[in-house]
């Protein structure tokens, strides 16, 4: 028996018996005054009183308030009650138990003797039935006994359940009651604290010999005052429906060897009425029979609590609970094991569990997009497999048609768009792909279709003069392909040469524009690696763009809608549209272009070096410039002389031209060779670190020779002595090739910078 | 009133303002016994309820597959950039069709009678992953150009997020609050 007192800071008490409310200090008088008053009052001359249970001590307080009480036995069989009633509940109960008239016995009623008819009053004060033990006391078995210990004209008042939430069982008591012998007369009284715990309202239930009605109630007058519960007015308490009358006659009785009360309280809705028959009962109620422990506990707060009994249970891992049962159960009968085997089969029968497969592949999931967030933000494009060609700086030479290294070399890793030529100044000068802005300058040269004036070459026009070109216009570039290509915004392409010359390629044409006059002083030989190059060029910057358009696009279709609350995205905005407008003028440029009519490369002579596209110099340091039909002019820079032996006018702008192209390259050329100096030394310094090391390295191996396995330090590794020498000797050998091609490349910029200042002192002079 | 029931009172209310629904009942119990005023006793139950009630009940089954809808729906989705999927379809399963089943997910899942207490578990577990999806995918998306302004990328991280996220928990909040499956009892 779990018992429980709470008292509380105002010193009122409530008692606890297995979780359910026995009493409340603050209303407990309505309970006992209600049980223990009606049966004093309506009783013959009452004198000897009988207490089963009520070990409080309560009910026997109002017991022996009443007048001519001679001799009181309580029997009760719980040492601890009659403990707290002697102590804790000593003030309350009025010392009761104390009293000369009362004898206690300490023993289940159920079994004790008791001396036949010998009570004028009988109280049945037991406890909330939970068990089918404590339920023994509300059978025809045990009600027949109190019957034969009741005198006539005396009266058994017994504590019922409830009529309210549990009306069958409260109909079965009453018919059990009346199944003993007796006559009786239900009742209901409202006790707060038993409706704040849920129990509803308290039903008791009288019963005598002789026959009890309403009318008995309605009429009781008590000797004593009462503190709580005014009697007269219980009859309103006993008026019970036509429906529950006829339940209190036609319910099941409560049989010890047949009980049913138990049933009834599991299920409140059962009709008391039908015979239950052979139908297994239906509990839906069971929650309500969850033992409250707790005095704070609810009926609701049970129910939510096991409302998670289920998610609880799933918690729980069946197969090793199975197993361990039944290794643990190897002592019981065969059957139980069977079944208990059978049960273990069953649990642990695979199945497709569609939530474990769901917090499988939700665990892939998170972790593959972890994953590749953390490799994409380590290296954003490989992560994706998205990476794309870079685009270098390789120059096109001036355009030199042989020496040209773009459009096909491989590429290193691009460096994205940094600069913000794209985003403000596009259109107003010449941006590359990096969206670098460069210093605008305008070109200014005769639209294509117009006349193709300039100076005739040989082959192509015959005779004519210096004429103005018709339609000279100015032309912006637009975009900075490489340090030497540009494409216009009327969509050719310029080749720059030196401040006061260029080269206009488009339509399959090349030719020499006068910068400063705006004239066109050659149709050059359009020779056709240049057009491959520059279509190589666009495509491959095309393609820089394309990237760069669709890094926009997605990153606007994010925020792109926030344009006109951020500046930044307005920005990107631009930046994309303006990008897009270039990859539409870098197509129509690139089918603009054309392709080259001359049907091979020019053949470069052995002692002739290239100045720019169709122009060579020469051994003796002539120009020989090319016209479109592969036929050369040769100029000693005071005259022309054509293919054909024929002088003739020398444009007098070109010699200043091919003097500023020449002083040009011997800069450039002379900060080449500075710079594969500075190279050189470098490379001479990694030689002889590795050098050095690589006599460490042998100088360890022989140290160690009884070791082949010794381990030295390689870079950031630990190897065996003769990996590293092996690898250090590949290094050397690498070094030493790349040194050897430094060198060559050196000597040949020499000889090119010998020539070009030989070429310079003839034409300058 | 007395003094006592002054304290109870008292009592009743710092009870329910740190949770402790039990005690709170039990001094209500007391002040009911006590024959306080019927009207301020219904007035904190009232407000115990309502407290009570928005400390809801989660069926965590019905949780999980709300939180893998909404997991692997933005997974999906990040597969390639809004502009991948077409603004169109993007909008619509991001915006409204996770954040639907999602929200019916969700919204099964609490067992609380209050609209407010589903509408904000659904929106939870709606906003929260859409808020990362798109932070994780701008991160991503301006990670693969680099501007000549990165100045208000943060904040347009969290506005964008915030946004979307909120879209999406509207979205998932409207859907949850109107549905209320119980949750499972014995």
Redesign the interface.
């Known amino acids: 028996m779990n018992i429980y007192l709470h008292s509380r800071d105002d010193k009122s008490q409530a008692l606890y018996i297995d979780g359910n409310l026995q009493f409340d200090t603050r209303d407990e008088a309505i309970y006992h005054e209600s049980l223990a008053l009606p049966p004093l009052c309506l009783a013959k001359d009452p004198r000897k009183v009988l207490i089963c249970g009520g070990g409080d001590g309560l009910a026997l307080r109002e017991v022996l308030r009443f007048p001519g009480i001679e001799s009181v036995m309580l029997i009760d069989c719980s040492e601890e009650v009659l403990d707290l009633a002697r102590t804790q509940f000593k003030e309350i109960s009025n010392s009761s138990l104390f009293d000369p008239r009362v004898s206690v016995v300490v023993a289940d009623a159920l079994v004790h003797p008791l001396e036949a008819d010998s009570y004028d009053v009988i109280i049945c004060d037991f406890t909330f039935p939970t068990t089918p033990e404590s339920a023994l006391g509300f059978t025809v078995e045990w009600y027949s006994k109190l019957k034969r210990c009741l005198r006539q004209g005396g009266i058994l008042a017994i504590n019922a359940v409830s009529p309210q939430n549990t009306a069958s069982a409260f109909a079965c008591l009453v018919s059990t009651l009346r199944a003993s012998g007796l006559n009786t007369l239900p009742y209901r009284v409202c006790i707060p604290s038993f409706r704040d715990h849920g129990y509803g309202a308290w039903g008791f239930v009288l019963a005598s010999h002789s026959k009890l009605s309403i009318k008995s109630l309605r009429g009781i007058k008590c000797p004593v005052q009462t503190q709580q519960v005014a009697l007269e007015k219980l009859v309103s308490g006993a008026h019970f429906s036509l429906r529950q009358r006829a339940a209190f006659r036609n319910a099941p009785v409560n049989y010890a060897h047949n009980p049913i009360l138990q049933t009834l309280l599991l299920d409140p809705d059962r009709d008391p009425v039908p015979a239950l028959g052979d139908t297994p009962p239906a509990y839906p109620n069971l929650l309500q029979q969850v033992p409250i422990t707790h005095p704070y506990h609810s009926r609701n707060m049970i129910e939510t609590l096991a409302e998670h009994v289920a998610g609880s249970l799933g918690s729980l891992d069946l197969r090793k609970l199975m197993e361990e049962l039944t290794v643990r159960a190897k002592g019981l009968p065969q059957r139980v094991l069977d079944e208990l085997n059978e049960l273990r089969n069953f649990v642990t029968r695979p199945t497709f569990d569609l939530e474990i497969w769901g917090m499988w592949a939700a665990r892939v999931f998170a972790t593959i997009l972890i994953v590749m967030t953390i490799a994409n933000c380590i290296s954003p494009d490989p992560a994706f497999a998205k990476g794309h060609a870079g685009l270098g700086h390789s120059s096109f030479s001036r355009g030199f048609s042989e020496h040209a290294t773009f459009g096909g070399g491989t590429r290193t890793a691009t460096a994205p768009m940094s600069g913000n030529g794209f985003r403000s100044s596009y259109g107003s000068g010449p941006v590359d792909i990096y969206g670098y802005h460069y210093t605008p300058r305008i070109y200014i040269y005769g639209g294509y279709g117009g006349y193709y004036g300039g100076y005739p070459t040989s082959g192509n026009r015959g005779g004519g003069g210096h004429q103005e070109m018709a339609g000279n216009q100015p032309h912006k570039p637009l975009f900075v392909l490489d340090d030497d290509l540009l494409a216009m915004d009327n969509g050719d392409f310029i080749i720059p040469l030196s401040d006061l010359a260029f080269l206009v390629v488009r339509k399959g044409t090349v030719s020499l524009e006068d910068a400063k006059t705006g004239k066109t002083l050659y149709e050059l030989y359009a020779e056709p690696k240049l057009f491959t190059n520059i279509q190589e060029e666009v495509a491959s910057q095309s393609q820089e763009i394309d990237h760069e358009i669709k890094v926009r696009r997605d990153w606007l279709s994010w925020a792109g809608w926030t344009q006109d609350l951020f500046s930044t995205v307005r920005a990107d905005n631009r930046e994309f549209l303006n990008l897009q407008d270039l990859k539409r003028r870098l197509g129509t440029s690139s089918e603009n272009l054309g392709k080259s009519q001359a049907p091979q490369a020019l053949v470069l002579p052995s002692d002739a070096i290239e100045l720019f596209v169709g122009c060579q110099i020469l051994g003796d340091n002539r120009i020989a410039i090319y016209g479109t039909n592969g036929k050369a002019d040769i100029c000693d820079g005071q005259t022309l002389v054509d293919a054909y032996g024929k002088k003739k006018l020398m444009p007098p702008s070109l010699k200043p031209i091919i003097v500023s192209i020449l002083k040009k390259m011997v800069q450039e050329t002379e900060q080449d060779i500075k710079s594969d100096s500075t190279d050189a030394l470098a490379m001479n310094a990694d030689i002889t670190s590795t050098q050095t090391d690589l006599n460490e390295y042998m100088s360890l191996q022989s140290q160690n020779s009884y070791d082949p396995d010794y381990e030295v330090d390689y870079g950031t590794d630990s190897v065996p002595v003769g990996k590293a020498i092996e690898l250090t000797q590949q290094d050397l050998s690498s070094l030493q090739s790349e040194q050897l091609k430094l060198q060559l490349s050196g000597e040949t910029a020499q000889i090119r910078l010998q020539r070009f200042k030989s070429a310079l002192q003839t034409w300058g002079s | 009133m007395d003094c006592?029931s002054n304290d109870e009172f008292h009592a009743t209310r710092e009870a329910i303002d740190r949770g402790d629904f039990?005690?709170a009942?039990?001094h209500l119990?007391?002040l009911?016994?006590a024959g306080e005023d019927p009207e301020a006793i219904d007035a904190l139950f009232e407000r115990l309820s309502h407290v009570e009630g928005s400390r809801t009940?989660v069926n965590?089954?019905l949780q999980?597959?709300a939180?893998?809808c909404a997991?692997?729906g933005y997974?999906i989705l990040?597969i390639q950039?809004?502009?991948?999927w077409s603004?169109v379809v993007?909008g619509i399963t991001s915006l409204f069709a996770i954040p639907l089943i999602v929200g019916i997910f969700a919204g099964g899942s609490v067992?609380s009678p209050l609209k407010s207490a589903r509408f904000w578990r659904c929106f939870l577990i709606a906003s929260i992953p859409m808020a990362i999806y798109?932070l994780?995918?701008?991160?991503?998306?301006?990670?693969?150009?680099?501007?000549?302004?990165?100045?208000?990328?943060f904040?347009?991280y969290l506005?964008?997020a915030i946004f979307y996220g909120a879209t999406a928990g509207v979205v998932a909040g409207a859907a949850g609050s109107m549905i209320h499956t119980k949750?499972?009892?014995?």
């Open positions: 006592m039990n005690q009942r039990h119990n007391n009911r016994m009940l965590s089954k999980f597959y939180i893998t997991v692997v997974c990040s950039s809004p502009n991948g603004p993007w067992n798109t994780v995918g701008m991160y991503l998306a301006r990670s693969k150009m680099q501007s000549a302004d990165n100045s208000m990328d904040v347009i506005f964008v949750a499972r009892s014995i």
